[in-house]
């Protein structure tokens, strides 16, 4: 296979190994070769955010990241969040403070937002706008999403979490 290339890397807590073209974004791997499509891709141009996931805990715009950059490397996407308890808490505020309109932007908000409380897990309102200015939403004033967001650091730190534990409890 002329200009193949092999990727692993740890995705939602499973192993991953797939041959690639080496210009391949990772938001097209985990779309195309993966069938994880809720990291979404909004503009193609690094802008929107739709597409953020975890790269190794933090927060990346998934179509500015080679696949082949993330060799090696742990991946979490939206469909990480969810354990087989349940929804995870960011999910269970974006939903109780209505802080979805269309879910276009959604998951990119969720996984920037997880990346923020992952670093500071009592932030204030400035802090969540200013971690979340990278993710565009086209429906909404983000009030909601900034309450969203407030309520899940507040359940987290209730649960006396340290840092948001995701992606292993998804392997079957």
């Given at each position: ?18 041959v690639i073209e080496p210009r391949m974004l990772l938001v097209h791997y ?135 534990v995701i992606a292993d409890s998804m392997k079957a």
């Open positions: 296979m002329a200009n193949q290339v092999e990727v692993s890397m740890k995705v939602n807590g499973s192993e991953s190994r797939s985990l779309r195309e070769e993966l069938n994880l499509t809720g990291t979404h891709i909004g503009c193609d141009t690094s802008q929107c955010g739709a597409c953020t996931v975890l790269l190794d805990g933090d927060p990346v715009k998934s179509c500015t990241v080679l696949a082949v950059q993330a060799n090696g490397k742990s991946i979490t996407t939206v469909e990480g969040l969810a354990s087989k308890e349940g929804l995870h808490p960011i999910q269970m505020s974006f939903w109780e403070k209505h802080g979805l309109q269309c879910g276009f932007c959604t998951p990119g908000v969720m996984m920037a937002a997880i990346g923020l409380l992952n670093e500071n897990p009592d932030p204030s309102e400035g802090e969540i706008r200013n971690a979340l200015e990278g993710v565009i939403c086209r429906c909404t004033g983000y009030q909601f999403i900034v309450e969203a967001v407030k309520h899940a650091a507040q359940t987290i730190r209730e649960a006396g979490e340290a840092k948001v």
